[in-house]
């Protein structure tokens, strides 16, 4: 008897249908956690890494990640969106010499993107904030520093060889003016301004969690951190 046959694989249409077939092939094989990579059957892989991630990242940060402000109507809007936006091909053109560089600020990259500033990435998983510079040197291009950035500005720009950007939220006025003049100090050239949250936004998810500013552990995050994975209980019970 085949572990799974080829119509299991054909109907993978929903997220369930998906964590129902990893389940089943799991236990067959005995394996913590099964991943399938499926390129034109319409199953995307990011759809993978968020089962996964939600299997193995606590669920406090997995809620931070993956939810958002409000009813969270306006993140499945943008999702809905972006996911419109499609490349146009061009025929009949040379690409021997392909070339993604792109000129911004005064500044040349390899490639026209950059990592968005996302906050607490170390929390889902060790040196998370290590793997961006990391990359982010290997690929030229900017890594932007979270101002909940769970490493300091100052090591960012370190491990990144001064391809760090620094965001700058327009509130607690002391507490920016001192970000600048630290990021001034290290060596940063670009701020990037984030003006679309003008006050403390409410998250439904966090706060039900009590994953809140300041934040500070006590029994329901401990709780959270059962049955993860070594590396990022780790790091949490650290922080």
Same mark, same amino acid.
């Given at each position: 008897?085949?572990?799974?046959?080829?119509?299991?694989?054909?109907?993978?249409?929903?997220?369930?249908?998906?964590?129902?077939?990893?389940?089943?092939?799991?236990?067959?094989?005995?394996?913590?956690?099964?991943?399938?990579?499926?390129?034109?059957?319409?199953?995307?892989?990011?759809?993978?890494?968020?089962?996964?991630?939600?299997?193995?990242?606590?669920?406090?940060?997995?809620?931070?990640?993956?939810?958002?402000?409000?009813?969270?109507?306006?993140?499945?809007?943008?999702?809905?969106?972006?996911?419109?936006?499609?490349?146009?091909?061009?025929?009949?053109?040379?690409?021997?010499?392909?070339?993604?560089?792109? /000129?911004?600020?005064?500044?040349? %990259?390899?490639? @026209? #993107?950059?990592?968005? !500033?996302?906050? &607490?990435?170390? *929390?889902?998983?060790?040196?998370?904030?290590?793997?961006?510079?990391?990359?982010?040197?290997?690929?030229?291009?900017?890594?932007?520093?979270?101002?909940?950035?769970?490493?300091?500005?100052?090591?960012?720009?370190?491990?990144?060889?001064?391809?760090?950007?620094?965001?700058?939220?327009?509130?607690?006025?002391?507490?920016?003016?001192?970000?600048?003049?630290?990021?001034?100090?290290?060596?940063?050239?670009?701020?990037?301004?984030?003006?679309?949250?003008?006050?403390?936004?409410?998250?439904? /998810?966090?706060?039900?969690?009590? %994953?809140?500013? @300041? #934040?500070?552990?006590? !029994?329901?995050? &401990?709780?959270? *951190?059962?049955?993860?994975?070594?590396?990022?209980?780790?790091?949490?019970?650290?922080?």
């Amino acid at each position: 008897m085949p572990i799974a046959t080829k119509s299991d694989f054909i109907n993978l249409s929903s997220e369930k249908k998906t964590e129902e077939l990893a389940e089943k092939i799991s236990k067959k094989l005995k394996l913590g956690h099964v991943v399938f990579f499926v390129g034109e059957m319409g199953v995307g892989k990011t759809t993978f890494a968020r089962i996964v991630a939600k299997k193995r990242v606590p669920k406090l940060m997995f809620d931070f990640v993956d939810g958002a402000s409000g009813d969270e109507k306006l993140c499945e809007i943008n999702n809905t969106a972006l996911d419109q936006i499609r490349l146009e091909p061009k025929v009949l053109r040379n690409v021997e010499n392909r070339n993604l560089k792109k /000129k911004f600020l005064g500044i040349e %990259f390899d490639q @026209p #993107f950059g990592f968005s !500033p996302m906050g &607490m990435c170390n *929390l889902t998983w060790t040196g998370a904030d290590k793997m961006l510079a990391k990359e982010s040197i290997a690929n030229n291009v900017p890594a932007c520093v979270s101002m909940a950035s769970s490493t300091s500005l100052e090591k960012m720009y370190e491990l990144s060889e001064g391809r760090s950007w620094i965001q700058l939220y327009n509130f607690q006025e002391d507490f920016v003016m001192e970000l600048l003049q630290r990021a001034e100090q290290t060596g940063y050239k670009v701020a990037i301004l984030t003006v679309d949250v003008p006050i403390q936004f409410r998250r439904a /998810k966090d706060n039900k969690n009590g %994953f809140t500013v @300041p #934040f500070k552990i006590g !029994p329901k995050q &401990m709780l959270s *951190l059962i049955h993860i994975s070594e590396p990022t209980r780790r790091y949490a019970i650290s922080y």
